[in-house]
């Protein structure tokens, strides 16, 4: 049992190239969510997902697209990185709406 | 924007001191939930308190809830340096409807 796990750990992108970030739980959490935290901000909600096939905006979604083809797994998605999107990114899962969250390792993602 | 937000920023103890820390927020919540994290690592779960509830423990952590002053509390006693972490309030707001985490608090325990 895994739990989260979060791929890659880390990445150096240019200004203008594109990513993709994997995270895949094994708990059958219908709830999963991408979040950035960048120091002194907290973790800031990018995009979420209540089930398999949906997706929805959190508070920081511009520039970010999300998709869950499967239920274990939400792909994060950066088309054109900015320096801006210099961060660590955790992706976490739940079991219900609003309760506890299972956090993955961290992607320490860094923009030149 | 942050709904909760920790005081103090950071805090510094010995090891068996009791460790306490506040959240306060602004608007009606559903429940408030604490994390901790360790340096380079995900966030893990601590407790989580339900709007109808005042206080909880689990282990040496103890967290109240006080909603008419809109403020939480995490205690944590007989403190190791091992609970050296950033521990993270989280409140379920009736209005946003999805966690929102404050900034943290900074904790180092010396042994």
């Known amino acids: 049992n895994a739990g989260v796990t979060q791929t890659p750990k880390f990445r150096v992108l240019k200004t203008g190239q594109s990513m993709t970030l994997l995270c895949a739980q094994d708990?059958?959490?219908?709830?999963m969510y991408w979040y950035r935290q960048d120091p002194g901000m907290g973790l800031r909600l990018i995009h979420y997902s209540v089930g398999e096939g949906t997706t929805a905006k959190g508070e920081v979604p511009d520039g970010y697209n999300v998709s869950r083809l499967k239920k274990q797994n939400f792909l994060l998605g950066l088309e054109s990185a900015a320096p801006s999107q210099t961060s660590v990114y955790f992706c976490?899962?739940?079991?219900?709406?609003?309760?506890?969250?299972?956090f993955g390792p961290g992607t320490r993602l860094l923009v030149l | 924007s942050q709904q909760g937000e920790e005081d103090p920023q950071a805090l510094s103890i010995q090891e068996g001191e009791n460790a306490t820390m506040n959240c306060s927020y602004k608007?009606?919540?559903?429940?408030l939930q604490w994390y901790r994290q360790n340096s380079g690592r995900g966030l893990v779960h601590l407790i989580l308190i339900r709007s109808n509830e005042r206080e909880k423990h689990s282990g040496r952590l103890r967290v109240t809830l006080d909603t008419s002053k809109k403020s939480s509390s995490l205690l944590i006693t007989a403190s190791r340096a091992a609970d050296t972490a950033s521990y993270f309030c989280a409140t379920l707001s009736d209005s946003w409807g999805k966690l929102q985490f404050g900034a943290g608090t900074q904790v180092v325990v010396t042994p």
């Open positions: 708990m059958n959490h219908e709830y």
């Open positions: 976490a899962s739940s079991y219900d709406y609003g309760g506890t969250q299972y």
């Open positions: 608007t009606s919540i559903n429940n």
